[in-house]
Each structure stands twice: as C-alpha cells, then as structure tokens.
C-alpha cells in the first residue's frame, strides 16, 4: 500500500506525464496546422481562438493580439457573428459533428468581400480516457474563392453573351437562307 507521499509523487508524476503528453501533441497539431496553405482557426470548446496559421494572418489582415484568446465570433468586431456559423460549430462537440462546404459570403471591412468554403471538425481521441485529459478542440479551415468565384462570374457573363451573339447570328443567317429559298423559288419560276 502507498503512503500517502508516494501517492502524491505518482499523482505528481501522472500530472507531470499528462502534460508533457499534451504540449506534445500540441506541437504536433499546430505544426500540422502551419504547414497549411489556408486560413486556419484552433477554437477550445468554449469557441476561443487558441491559435491561428499565418495564412489566417495574411489572408485577413489581422494580428496574433486581435485574434489568439478571442472568441471566434467577436473576431473582427463582430463580423464572425453568423448564426448560421454558430450553429455549425456549437454542435461539433455536443453532437460530436462536423461540417464541409459551409459558404460564407462577407463583406470585411478592411480586406473586403470575402467569399469563403469553411470545413471544421473535432479533434478527438478513440479512448475515452484520453478524451477526458485532454481539452476538445475543434479546427476550423477556411477556402479563399473569392478570385475563383469572379473568374466563375466573368465566365458566365462571357458564356451568355457569346449565346446571345450566337442566337442572334444564328436567326440573321435563317433569315438569309430563307431569303434565298425564295429568290431561287422566284428565278426558277421565272426561266
């Protein structure tokens, strides 16, 4: 039996352990998260910003002092209230949910419109016991198609004007042939 200054040295050993365990695995995800090429937001389960990529960063212009320890929905001054977003992230945990494809069309400020694809998602462990250690976190990755979008725009007009030019073409040449039919129809009758 364990007197009870072992037992506080293995309860200080497996606290030691648990946390060199985590700012492992910390490290781990983060240096995922900055290899990266697009915007990426680490939220805690109260929806508080614990890390950004630097495509975050750049893409929003914004600084680690405006965002880190914010909440997700005051960054900004606000703009990233949306219901429709906070509905998606505050069923991750609960539900143990994620979304993919979330478009969000916003005008910034600063940077302008935005239109963006959101995917996030849980980390979450198999076991049980080691989801009861660590905190959740949840990763919320953000697609920049803006420029894909105006070029889709620019596309589309072009695409619909050249229909129209084609039409348009199309019923001067109709009327031409007929044109045609009937001056032929008329010099045969007339020989």
């Known amino acids: 039996?364990?007197?009870?200054?072992?037992?506080?040295?293995?309860?200080?050993?497996?606290?030691?352990?648990?946390?060199?365990?985590?700012?492992?695995?910390?490290?781990?995800?983060?240096?995922?998260?900055?290899?990266?090429?697009?915007?990426?937001?680490?939220?805690?389960?109260?929806?508080?910003?614990i890390a950004a990529n630097d495509p975050f960063y750049r893409t929003f212009q914004v600084e680690i002092k405006d965002t880190e320890n914010k909440i997700v929905y005051d960054l900004g001054n606000g703009q990233w209230?949306?219901?429709?977003?906070?509905?998606?992230?505050?069923?991750?945990?609960?539900?143990?949910?994620?979304?993919?494809?979330?478009?969000?069309?916003h005008d910034f400020p600063i940077i302008g419109r935005k239109i963006m694809i959101l995917n996030a998602r849980q980390i979450y462990f198999n076991d049980d016991r080691t989801t009861e250690l660590y905190p959740p976190i949840i990763l919320l990755a953000i697609e920049d198609i803006t420029e894909m979008m105006a070029v889709a725009e620019v596309l589309a007009t072009h695409t619909q004007e050249l229909e129209t030019k084609f039409t348009t073409q199309t019923l001067k040449f109709e009327l031409q042939v007929n044109k045609l039919k009937e001056e032929i129809a008329d010099f045969k009758k007339n020989r």
């Open 81 to 105: 209230n949306i219901p429709a977003l906070r509905k998606l992230l505050e069923d991750i945990l609960p539900k143990n949910t994620f979304f993919k494809g979330f478009e969000v069309d």
């Open 1 to 49: 039996m364990e007197t009870p200054k072992q037992k506080n040295r293995t309860e200080l050993f497996g606290a030691e352990l648990i946390q060199h365990v985590w700012r492992d695995s910390w490290g781990y995800i983060k240096t995922i998260v900055d290899v990266l090429r697009e915007p990426v937001l680490i939220l805690d389960k109260n929806f508080c910003v």
